[in-house]
Antibody, heavy 119, light 107 residues
Framework: QITLKESDPTLVKPTQTLTLTCTFSGFSLSTSGVAVGWIRQPPGEALEWLAIIYWNDDKYYRPSLKSRLTITKDTSKNQVVLTMTDMDPVDTARYYC???????????WGQGTLVTVSS | EIVLTQSPATLSLSPGERATLSCRASQSISINLAWYQQKPGQAPRLLISDTSNRATGIPARFSGSGSGTDFTLTISGLEPEDFAVYYCQQRSYWPLTFGGGTKVEIK
């Protein structure tokens, strides 16, 4: 069974850096073809893809956020880490990690974690 | 960036009725489109990939069609558990993008 779980909810202040961890089980990020992505969803709004990391360490970012995002993996710990710098209240959202399915679909997803940006 | 426009924003139907959801892409994306279902307080769930391939465990009442810029998700007879928000997603071009969602609510 494949499961993913994001780190606990967090409150960050504007301009601070956010660090999120996705811990997964049921697959390995050292296996060819495997990838994990991050997607966020502001309250009451639509989904927004942020980044994805592949088994071979290839990474892709949302261009509008690329300067603020870093995605890394720790294969030994079955974790993917997303950092986002210079947080702003508009970054308040539920952040999900998900396994890539097929070409570039996402399934399954973690339960998500709420990130609140407020002073 | 590919913009996906979903319509209608809200669809009010009764159980047993047929639901037809639309997703229009700002340029051709071939058949590189997926549909997700999201219920309140839950993460999205993949329903259909590559326009028409149902994901594992998805009932046959869910079907997808289309190509190029116009896509449709059809739910042939709404069950109580189908009332939710549905999102489309494209994978033809970076960045990956999602539509704004269609809420299917009980009439």
């Amino acid at each position: 069974q494949i499961t993913l779980k994001e780190s606990d909810p967090t409150l960050v202040k504007p301009t601070q850096t956010l660090t999120l961890t996705c811990t997964f089980s049921g697959f390995s990020l050292s296996t060819s073809g495997v990838a994990v992505g991050w997607i966020r969803q502001p309250p009451g709004e639509a989904l927004e893809w942020l980044a994805i990391i592949y088994w071979n360490d290839d990474k892709y970012y949302r261009p509008s956020l690329k300067s603020r995002l870093t995605i890394t993996k720790d294969t030994s710990k079955n974790q993917v880490v997303l950092t986002m710098t210079d947080m702003d209240p508009v970054d308040t959202a539920r952040y999900y990690c998900a396994q890539r399915r097929g070409d570039l679909w996402f399934d399954p997803w973690g339960q998500g974690t709420l990130v609140t940006v407020s002073s | 960036e590919i913009v996906l426009t979903q319509s209608p924003a809200t669809l009010s139907l009764s159980p047993g009725e047929r639901a037809t959801l639309s997703c229009r892409a700002s340029q051709s994306i071939s058949i590189n489109l997926a549909w997700y279902q999201q219920k309140p307080g839950q993460a999205p769930r993949l329903l259909i990939s590559d326009t028409s391939n149902r994901a594992t465990g998805i009932p046959a009442r869910f079907s997808g069609s289309g190509s190029g810029t116009d896509f449709t998700l059809t739910i042939s007879g709404l069950e109580p558990e189908d009332f939710a928000v549905y999102y489309c997603q494209q994978r033809s071009y970076w960045p990956l993008t999602f539509g704004g969602g269609t809420k299917v609510e009980i009439k």
